[in-house]
């Protein structure tokens, strides 16, 4: 009885506190993955900017949930979902992908968000020793969120590669 009365104490003092956390996704979380995907100013942000189909949508998530190599996780800050982040495994290195909620953007979720993948990847016991992302010369928000995040950056001629060494 005290034990369960310590755990509501606890989550209830974390919601108050704004405490950040990494739930992992699961096909439920399928038609929020597409909203935040198909936001104006993601598709805007992304390599491919062309609107997603909802059916190959639902194709893509399922593979990339049943995968081994997939790291999908919606970040929660109280009881409200702000953001996604995604680490595909190849070659032993993460790449990460993330978007945030189009009312939680220019909050500095983004540099937490890819702070705390460092310890979930860690956690989670990932055998990756680099994780990596891409973003678009015009993608401002996601360069300073990266930068700020302890990540080193290395031009190519298409985009800004940001890395940061996990071991």
């Given at each position: 009885m005290i034990l369960g009365f310590k755990k509501k104490f606890i989550l209830n003092f974390i919601k108050r506190e704004?405490?950040?956390?990494?739930?992992?996704?699961?096909?439920?979380?399928?038609d929020l993955?597409?909203?935040?995907?198909?936001?104006?100013?993601?598709?805007?942000?992304?390599?491919?900017s062309k609107p997603i189909i909802y059916e190959e949508h639902v194709q893509w998530f399922s593979k990339k949930i049943l995968s081994l190599d997939c790291f999908l996780y919606i970040c929660y800050e109280k009881d409200i979902p702000i953001g996604q982040i995604r680490v595909d495994i190849e070659n032993n290195v993460g790449i990460i992908a993330y978007s945030i909620d189009s009312q939680n953007r220019g909050k500095g979720y983004g540099t937490k968000m890819l702070e705390m993948i460092v310890d979930q990847i860690k956690k989670e016991d990932v055998k990756i020793s680099i994780l990596k992302g891409k973003v678009k010369y015009?993608?401002?928000?996601?360069?300073?969120?990266?930068?700020?995040?302890?990540?080193e950056c290395k031009n190519n001629e298409k985009y800004i590669e940001y890395f940061k060494n996990i071991c």
């Open positions: 704004g405490f950040m956390v990494f739930r992992k996704a699961t096909i439920d979380d399928c993955f597409f909203k935040w995907a198909n936001d104006k100013e993601v598709r805007a942000n992304a390599f491919n015009e993608n401002i928000a996601s360069q300073k969120a990266f930068e700020k995040a302890g990540y």
